[in-house]
């Protein structure tokens, strides 16, 4: 069993190296290949979603991610243009 401070560790560490190792591709895919980055309309969409899913969730008192919520909101307007 690990301890609390030993958890904490480790996801740092994972965390750090996922960062470093797949980031950029990760960063690339979500960005550039899902939605385009440069069109304004879709960021706004998606921006406009996930403040009103973390609105709804904070006022509900569930838990809710932030970047669960914009990553989701970026996968549903690239469905949703056919992407």
């Known amino acids: 069993m690990l301890?609390?401070?030993q958890s904490i560790l480790l996801i740092t560490l994972f965390t750090t190296l996922g960062a470093f190792i797949g980031g950029s591709?990760?960063?690339y895919t979500v960005g550039g290949?899902?939605?385009p980055v440069h069109n304004m309309e879709?960021?706004?969409i998606v921006l406009f979603s996930s403040?009103?899913?973390v609105t709804f969730a904070s006022l509900k008192a569930l838990p809710i991610s932030t970047t669960q919520s914009v990553i989701g909101a970026i996968i549903g307007v690239g469905i949703a243009r056919g992407s």
């Open 25 to 27: 591709k990760v960063a």
């Open 42 to 44: 879709y960021l706004s």
């Open 33 to 35: 290949t899902i939605i």
């Open 3 to 5: 301890t609390f401070k």
């Open 51 to 53: 403040a009103l899913a």
